[in-house]
């Protein structure tokens, strides 16, 4: 593990809430993910995990301590340049998909490459079939997102975290929401992903059994790292 690439990294990080009384969230976090790992965050409601998630997608930017994206500081940089690197490195997989539900499935995955304005819409469109196409949806593409299962929209939210081909994908609870079934197909797309393409999947979640067969484990409780895993 430790001669691969260092994709994201920790330095000290802390994280206060001050409603309704000052309380310590995370304590001195500090940790590394590679690149094409598969990592989980674990830990009781209540130990963090989400917040320390929050932090490492540059959404929250009101604590202590140092983050960096490929070696590179992220923390202190304007709204405006976290939104960019956000935008070229960072997809996003919530337990709820935020699908538009009137819009097509195609439509939907086109939206954030669309918005980072780097192709043109007829190359969006292309890799959006592309990414439908691994993921055995492609028969659904011109359907409105309403129409679909709940396993198939959160594909669909899976397809759209990766139409900009980012280093990191970010899932908060991303099968909180499916049944075991499900749960085992998103789970066999984040190992296709992490060690096929060599993207990074950070993941926070109560499934164990999800959990123990990702990659490696970082465990949180009471705010701070109880175990990283290795």
């Known amino acids: ?27 001195n976090i500090s940790f590394e993910a590679y690149q094409g790992e598969f990592l989980s965050l674990v830990g009781k409601s209540g130990s963090g995990k989400s917040t320390l998630l929050y932090i490492l997608s540059t959404m929250d930017t009101t604590y202590e301590g140092e983050l960096f994206i490929e070696e590179k500081k992220v923390t202190g940089l304007s709204t405006d340049k976290l939104a960019a690197i956000r935008g070229e490195n960072i997809g996003f997989v919530f337990q709820f998909h935020y699908l538009l539900p009137e819009f097509s499935c195609l439509k939907n995955i086109m939206i954030p490459a669309l918005k980072l304005g780097k192709m043109s819409r007829e190359e969006i469109e292309h890799e959006a079939y592309k ?5 055995d949806l492609k028969e659904q593409a011109l359907k409105p997102a309403s129409k679909l299962s709940g396993g198939q929209q959160q594909r669909i939210a899976i397809a759209r975290a990766l139409i900009n081909n980012p280093k990191i ?5 991303p099968t909180g ?19 096929d393409f060599g993207q990074t999947i950070i993941a926070v979640t109560h499934d164990l059994d999800f959990a123990k067969a990702s990659d490696r484990t970082i465990e949180l409780a009471d705010g701070k790292i109880i175990s990283h895993g290795f």
């Open 1 to 27: 593990m430790m001669d691969r690439k260092v994709i994201l990294s920790t330095k000290g990080v802390g994280k206060y809430f001050y409603d309704p009384v000052k309380f310590k969230a995370l304590d």
């Open 131 to 135: 990414r439908m196409e691994m993921l």
């Open 169 to 173: 994908i970010m899932c908060d609870e």
């Open 177 to 195: 929401n499916l049944d075991t079934k499900n749960t085992q197909i998103v789970f066999d797309i984040f190992k296709q992903i992490s060690h």
